[in-house]
């Protein structure tokens, strides 16, 4: 790969995952109850996202095969409000995002579900450097936060973590019964968390699955555009309109009497347009510089950045011994993003 496409990408990558580790600051004031009206305001803005870029591209042909992605997505993103609500974050969180890391690894380095395989230069850097990108995610879900009412902590595991993210408070009612800052760690396995914690797996494949329909299509068809951006409008459109399916029902669930405030709107049209811009870009990353390199990059980055923030810029991690924790699993966390980095360089 030339030099000014890796430049591109990596510059890509970086500006994607500020925009992932950021993108829920907007909402950190307001309750956002159960998250499926922030959900959907978000998604409304990717549609608008999405056809914009594709005025842009000149309406390059719309294919069918990358809906595939935004449906996956959009599933998961709804599906992650119950999965918390009954693990935890500390459970939920690291599962989803160990799962998602794997998966999206594993597809992209030996070709699963017909795509071409994508090797790299070093194996051994790049094995050890998702392996300690797993182990950062594990060690994230034990920083303690400090709780509070009215904040929503911004860190988050790319793409798939949004509702855990808009469900904290949720989560904190659900373990301590009120708004306690007492910490619970205990978990029993019950037939109940058995079922979610499958749901968690599966879930977690399919945020790790999100990108493979794209690069299926750009690897097998030869009619396919070679511009990566000619598909963002097929997939943003179906994730809005996946969204808009699962808000529907969930209103009629609760029999027309959804939890919708309107000082969540411009919040979540502020969180939407991170995320869009964040997701243009990931698509950009991820075919210079191939999955096997951007996914968990692109996984782990915005979730070191949003600890970080909420350790300097928010100051919800307090405490020596958490804050020294806390600065243990980033450093983690860098090491595995360079080495994941460097392994597909020649030396």
């Known amino acids: 790969m030339a030099l000014s496409g890796e430049l591109i990408g990596f510059s890509s990558l970086l500006i ?17 109850g159960d998250g499926l009206f922030v959900q959907w305001v978000q998604c409304a803005v990717v549609f608008i996202f999405g056809f914009f870029i594709n005025i842009v591209r000149k309406f390059p042909p719309f294919n069918p095969v990358v809906m595939i992605g935004g449906l996956l997505y959009a599933t998961g993103n709804v599906a992650s409000v119950p999965v918390v609500q009954a693990l935890g974050i500390g459970v939920g969180f690291p599962m989803w995002g160990t799962v998602q890391v794997l998966v999206g690894w594993s597809v992209a380095r030996f070709g699963l579900f017909g795509t071409r395989p994508q090797p790299v230069y070093n194996n051994v850097l790049n094995i050890v450097g998702v392996f300690l990108n797993v ?25 798939r973590t949004e509702n855990m993210q808009r469900s904290r408070k949720v989560v904190r009612q659900t373990e301590t019964g009120s708004g306690s800052t007492t910490p619970t760690n205990s978990f029993k396995f019950t037939r109940r968390k058995i079922f979610f914690i499958a749901l968690t797996v599966f879930l977690g494949t399919l945020h790790g699955l999100m990108m493979t329909p794209v690069v299926y299509v750009m690897d097998n068809d030869p009619d396919a555009s070679h511009n990566v951006l000619d598909f963002v409008s097929a997939y943003f459109s179906t994730v809005f309109m996946a969204s808009t399916m699962y808000f529907l029902s969930y209103c009629i669930y609760k029999r027309n009497k959804p939890y919708i405030k309107p000082e969540l709107v411009l919040p979540s049209v502020a969180y939407g347009v991170l995320f869009c811009v964040g997701m243009t870009l990931f698509f950009v990353s991820n075919d210079l510089l191939s999955q096997v390199i951007s996914f968990p990059i692109t996984v782990r980055l915005p979730s070191t950045i949003g600890i970080v923030a909420d350790m300097v810029l928010f100051r919800v991690i307090k405490g020596k011994k958490n804050i020294l924790y806390t600065i243990s699993a980033v450093l983690v966390g860098i090491v595995a993003v360079v080495f994941i980095a460097i392994s597909n360089q020649k030396f």
Do not use: T
Not at 16 to 32: V, W
Not at 153 to 158: A, F, G, I, N
């Open 16 to 32: 994607s995952s500020i925009c992932f580790g950021f993108m829920f600051a907007p909402l950190r004031k307001y309750d956002s």
């Open 135 to 159: 182990v950062s995610g594990i060690m994230f879900a034990f920083v303690e936060h400090e709780s509070q009412e009215e904040v929503i902590s911004p860190e988050d595991e790319h793409i």
